[in-house]
């Protein structure tokens, strides 16, 4: 089994989604040794948002000199993603979304033809059988019943693209309210990683 690990918060050691997302790759690493895991750093190797250029060279076409390195380096990120059984994703919420760092690695799967198409019948996504798992950061409290939940564009727009093509096999694991102090960021990171051995469970279980 491969797992693809991907972090894309700014904040370095400080990043409490880093911390998570590590977190829950050493529980699929403990239940599963032979685990295979790919870990790609989105800010430490960032991909370069998509441009005119690099959205001209499609299949077929011959990209320029300086296009070249983009456009391949964008195939190599779907190649890993469709190669992946299970797709650890590091996401802290930045203005109530997610990182741009994020966002462009999505844009790189998000792929007419290999991860979604569209038929007589509407758009079908082809890239279902995987797990997700969102390890989720929030300086505020966005949860469901909070006052500020419609503010949440981070983990419904994840839920939303990944839905488009076809990842139905979604799981969050959230530490929120990180900003209000020590104290609280303790609590929520500690809560968010003893829930672990039961939410990997339950999907390493139905691998």
Do not use: C
Not at 8 to 14: L, T
Not at 52 to 79: C, D, F, M, S, W
Not at 115 to 137: E, M, N, P, R
């Amino acid at each position: 089994m491969k797992l693809l690990h991907i972090d894309s918060s700014i904040s370095g050691e400080a990043s409490v989604s880093r911390q998570l997302s590590a977190a829950v790759v050493s529980e699929w690493k403990r239940r599963l040794p032979d685990l295979q895991v790919i870990r790609r750093d989105l800010a430490g190797d960032p991909l370069p948002h998509l441009d005119g250029a690099i959205l001209a060279a499609q299949p077929g076409a011959e990209p320029t000199t300086a296009t070249r390195a983009q456009v391949e380096k964008g195939t190599a990120v779907l190649e890993e993603f469709l190669a992946a059984d299970v797709i650890v994703l590091g996401a802290p919420m930045y203005n109530f979304a997610i990182s741009s760092q994020l966002k462009a690695w999505l844009d790189r799967i998000v792929v007419a033809g290999r991860t979604f198409k569209y038929d007589a019948s509407g758009v079908k996504g082809l890239a279902g059988d995987k797990k997700v798992i969102v390890a989720s950061s929030r300086g505020g409290l966005y949860a469901p019943g909070t006052p500020h939940a419609a503010n949440d564009f981070q983990e419904p727009y994840l839920r939303a693209i990944l839905g488009f093509i076809g990842i139905t096999d979604i799981e969050v694991v959230r530490a929120e309210g990180v900003a209000f102090g020590a104290e609280q960021r303790e609590q929520s990171i500690k809560a968010a990683i003893a829930g672990l051995p039961t939410t990997i469970g339950a999907v390493a279980n139905a691998a």
